[in-house]
């Protein structure tokens, strides 16, 4: 079975997260989409909102899995007994951090692979810290973030 994280904070989950959990749920058998809890920020929704908009997000998609973790993800690929990470490239300085996060979880757990998936055109622009930002300000985010996620911002 082919199983694989795609790991991240997701505050708040947005379209072009979607399009890459879509896109890697037809890679492999089973991904997990782990949301990082991090003591040190201070996040706009809390880890089992986070985990809800997710969850709800995916339900469509049988092979995908949310959970939560907190520590560095290459302990969390050992728990889930998983070697692949799938990460989402926008730009060329994404490309830059990415390959350096991958050589420091291949050097931690040498086993661990990382799979980049590039954005596609629409999703380009999309980030959660823009989305943020753009909500903080009362800017439609509507075309950004899935029904869900809108109605968390609209309730709070």
């Known amino acids: 079975m082919r199983v694989a994280v ?7 989950i947005t379209n072009g997260h979607l399009n ?3 896109r890697a ?3 492999f058998d089973r991904l997990f989409v782990a949301v990082f809890v991090n003591a040190q ?5 809390s880890v089992a909102q986070r985990v809800d908009f997710i969850r709800e997000s995916v339900r469509h998609l ?4 949310v959970d939560q973790f907190s520590g560095l993800v290459v302990d969390y690929l050992k728990q889930r007994q998983c070697t692949v990470l799938v990460r989402g490239l926008r730009t060329s300085t994404d490309f830059e951090s990415e390959w350096q996060l991958a050589a420091m979880n291949h050097a931690l757990h040498a086993d661990v ?3 980049l998936l590039p954005s596609w055109g629409e999703h380009l622009q999309i980030s959660s810290s823009l989305i943020k930002d753009i909500a903080s300000h009362g800017g439609d985010i509507t075309p950004f973030v899935p029904p869900v996620v809108l109605q968390g911002f609209l309730s709070s």
């Open 41 to 45: 920020k201070q996040p706009r929704f």
């Open 62 to 65: 049988p092979q995908v899995e």
């Open 113 to 115: 692979e990382t799979v």
């Open 20 to 22: 890459m959990i879509e």
């Open 6 to 12: 795609f790991p991240g904070s997701f505050d708040p």
């Open 25 to 27: 749920s037809k890679l």
